[in-house]
């Protein structure tokens, strides 16, 4: 099975800010990477998928880069509705594993 | 638009059975495959199954392999997923999924998402 793993595994950030977040495959999965933010309380929400694309409606602050083994999500000015936590999931081949999460709150 | 509504939580005893629904509308249900995914309280999340559009193909993941199954009836626009043998660790929020692309093989994008349904399972 492939393993994610993301980091850091959370960080205090404030509003304003730009946050980065890495995620890390234990085998190379090219592009097959996606990125889910969930609020407390509610569903995952799809970001960004194939490691850049993203999703319509998501606002533009939001952008990923990245292939192989390492892909980064980056978060330019954070806004209050960011505080969440952010998942990443490759889709390179089952089982479609999810990294641990980052959670990301107000400093 | 996309609207997924999962049913069939509760809490059931180790060892016992136990089946999810998960009601679809909103887009044409027989052309996407469908996930399954699970998060046990206050942890992350974790892939469970997934069924191709036509229900031809299926994946599991390892901790339910041959305990769950993955389901699905176009003609009611409902996906099912069927777990036997329960344990302690199946306890979670079960939220199914939509792929995002009409192919063969799913893509495991998961574009929508339902609210969840809570299992507990305890004696």
């Known amino acids: 099975d492939i393993q994610m793993t993301q980091s850091p595994s959370s960080l205090s950030a404030s509003v304003g800010d730009r946050v980065s977040i890495t995620c890390r495959a234990s085998?190379?999965?090219?592009?097959?990477l996606n990125w889910y933010q969930q609020r407390p309380g509610k569903a995952p929400k799809l970001l960004i998928s194939?490691?850049?694309n993203l999703q319509s409606g998501v606002p533009s602050r939001f952008s990923g880069n990245g292939s192989g083994t390492d892909v980064t999500l980056t978060i330019t000015s954070l806004q209050a509705e960011d505080f969440a936590t952010y998942y990443c999931?490759?889709?390179?081949?089952?089982?479609?594993?999810f990294g641990p999460g980052t959670k990301v709150d107000i400093k | 638009q996309v609207q997924l509504v999962e049913s069939g939580g509760g809490v059931v005893q180790p060892g016992r059975s136990l089946r999810l629904s998960c009601a679809a509308s909103?887009?044409?249900?027989?052309?996407?495959?469908m996930h399954w995914v699970r998060q046990a309280p206050d942890k992350g999340l974790e892939w469970v199954a997934v069924?191709?559009?036509?229900?031809?193909?299926?994946y599991y993941a390892d901790s339910v392999k041959g305990r769950f199954t993955i389901s699905r009836d176009n003609s009611k626009n409902t996906l099912y997923l069927q777990m036997n043998s329960l344990r302690a660790e199946d306890t979670a929020v079960y939220y199914c999924?939509?792929?995002?692309?009409?192919?063969?093989?799913?893509?495991?994008?998961?574009?929508?998402w339902g609210q969840g349904t809570l299992v507990t399972v305890s004696s």
């Open positions: 999924a939509k792929d995002s692309t009409i192919v063969v093989v799913p893509a495991a994008i998961l574009e929508y």
């Open positions: 085998q190379s999965i090219s592009s097959f």
């Open positions: 909103g887009f044409t249900f027989n052309t996407y495959g």
């Open positions: 194939a490691a850049s």
């Open positions: 999931q490759q889709s390179y081949r089952t089982p479609f594993t």
């Open positions: 069924i191709s559009y036509d229900g031809s193909n299926k």
